[in-house]
């Protein structure tokens, strides 16, 4: 790396965490010069210091939530990546179903929450539905749309070989969508994790969520938004390893 | 031995669309033959029926004495076409071997490598697509039409998207893969649009008319082989240049 790139580098990192840091401490001596009551919006140090002070237990909710988010994450892209190789081969199918996708993709997720928990129990089974519904989504459109975006003459090259269609599909057409289902499966890592939050909110006794929602029942503004910055980091982790997977396996993939 | 290639009366057209009108030539053993028309004169279309990728609406075809399917099975046709189209996942030598893995073929493990030193990158093997000019792409793509050791190579403009100098220099080097020792391949087919290019390759150019494409003229080109750069200066070499561009301009 050249000692420009070097430089550059260190600028885009610079340049946003003094920002970071300059916010936190206006913010900080704001609060304590205008003495803004703590159920509002309380001090940074406060919240760094009940962030430290109850790490375990908040990593402990976070885990769930990740799990949770996870699972239901790898359940819908599973499903939505078959659903994607029908509908790209038969058209047929694709516009018998289609609307239904639709549907199912414009009900929002927060009135669907608790038909899921009466469905699937206030445990996490429902809060995995809930992740699983939103982020099934992405991965379907994309594919589709991956799929079908072969270049013609490529698919003339192996048409005059006369390829199977099964070797066209290993060949071309599935290494081709690679690329349109990472970015798909990078937008549902952060949706799921949404997902699972929304589904804590309808009824749960562990989770980010429920952190959140019971802090805010006794008015614990400091507890609550610890939670906010774990739900954060737990969507931003997901992502980050979507995206270290996605720079392995796409790797001619210029960014 | 009849002609390698035989064309009667091929028409085709899409809904109202007339795209090709009574095409007929012949193309012989160990021919090298240019189409050159205008673009969107069907010049490809053709291609493709010959190489049985599309059914002409009207005609016949006789390839080596048998329809093109048969030709297909048998692995007869080599393509190579405008673009590389190289498998960006696959390094150089792995797009070469492509379609030796397609037709389950372990015979020959030695031949992409071979292939790839022929078209002068036998130190790109493991190199991907992207890292490679556009004109060391098309000699891989050329290396991949040989893997298979076709009889007939069909190219539809190869080299249209290259710069002058690289496009010289790879019309050279066609014509010595050709016509090497050990080549397979008996009869090329070439698309091009430019004048001098089918010329300068070719044993007979074919000038197909604006769309509806039918066969204007048929110019055969007794220039000595091997051809070299300093034919492009011969009186004779001008004059068939000026012959066909006068023939185009007819239109």
Request: one cysteine or more; charged letters at 20%; proline letters at 5%.
């Given at each position: ?63 769930i939530t990740?799990l949770e988010a996870?699972i239901g994450?790898?359940i ?37 929450a608790?038909l899921l928990v009466l469905w699937f129990g206030t445990d996490i089974g429902s809060k995995i539905a809930a992740a699983a519904l ?61 997902g699972a939050?929304?589904g804590e909110?309808v009824g749960a006794n562990k989770g ?48 | ?251």
């Open positions: 790396m050249s000692k420009k790139n070097i430089k550059g580098r260190l600028k885009q990192v610079l340049i946003p965490t003094s920002l970071f840091f300059l916010i936190i401490i206006v913010w900080e001596l704001v609060i304590s010069i205008i003495h803004y009551p703590e159920y509002l919006l309380p001090r940074p140090s406060v919240i760094f210091n009940e962030l430290v002070i109850n790490f375990d237990s908040l990593l402990y909710h976070t885990g990740l996870v994450f790898v819908a892209n599973i499903l939505a990546f078959i659903i994607a190789v029908v509908f790209a081969h038969s058209k047929t199918i694709k516009t018998g179903l289609h609307p239904f996708v639709i549907a199912l993709q414009t009900t929002p997720i927060i009135a669907m608790p939103v982020s099934f989504f992405p991965t379907i459109v994309n594919g589709v749309k991956g799929l079908k975006s072969v270049d013609d003459e490529a698919l003339d090259l192996f048409k005059s070989l006369s390829a199977t269609k099964w070797q066209i599909f290993t060949k071309l057409k599935f290494p081709n969508a690679l690329p349109y289902f990472f970015s798909a499966l990078k937008t549902s890592a952060t949706l799921s994790v949404i939050i929304v909110f980010i969520g429920y952190v959140i929602l019971v802090s805010t029942y006794h008015l614990q503004t400091v507890k609550m938004f610890t939670g906010i910055i774990m739900a954060a980091v737990a969507g931003m982790i997901f992502f980050w390893l979507v995206a270290m997977i996605e720079k392995k396996i796409v790797f001619w993939q210029k960014s | 031995m009849g002609p390698i290639i035989s064309v009667r009366n091929i028409e085709k057209h899409y809904d109202n669309l007339n795209v090709l009108k009574k095409i007929s030539f012949d193309i012989e053993e160990g021919e090298f033959v240019s189409i050159l028309g205008p673009s969107g004169c069907g010049k490809t279309t053709l291609l493709k029926i010959l190489g049985g990728l599309i059914q002409p609406s009207r005609g016949t075809l006789v390839i080596k004495g048998g329809s093109v399917k048969i030709a297909r099975e048998r692995r007869e046709f080599g393509f190579v076409f405008q673009k590389p189209v190289l498998l960006p996942w696959r390094t150089v030598l792995e797009n070469t071997r492509l379609p030796l893995e397609i037709l389950g073929r372990s015979d020959a493990p030695e031949m992409p490598a071979n292939l790839l030193k022929l078209v002068g990158l036998e130190r790109f093997g493991n190199f991907y697509p992207n890292e490679l000019s556009g004109g060391m792409q098309q000699r891989v793509a050329i290396a991949r039409a040989l893997s298979f050791e076709p009889s007939i190579l069909l190219m539809d403009e190869p080299f249209g998207a290259l710069d002058e100098v690289t496009r010289d220099r790879l019309n050279l080097e066609l014509l010595r893969i050709w016509k090497k020792e050990k080549s397979t391949i008996s009869s090329i087919l070439f698309i091009t649009h430019s004048v001098p290019e089918s010329v300068f390759m070719s044993d007979k150019v074919i000038v197909l008319s604006d769309r509806p494409g039918s066969v204007q003229q048929i110019v055969d080109i007794d220039l000595p082989r091997p051809r070299t750069t300093k034919m492009k200066y011969s009186k004779k070499y001008l004059e068939l240049v000026q012959c066909l561009r006068k023939t185009l301009k007819e239109d």
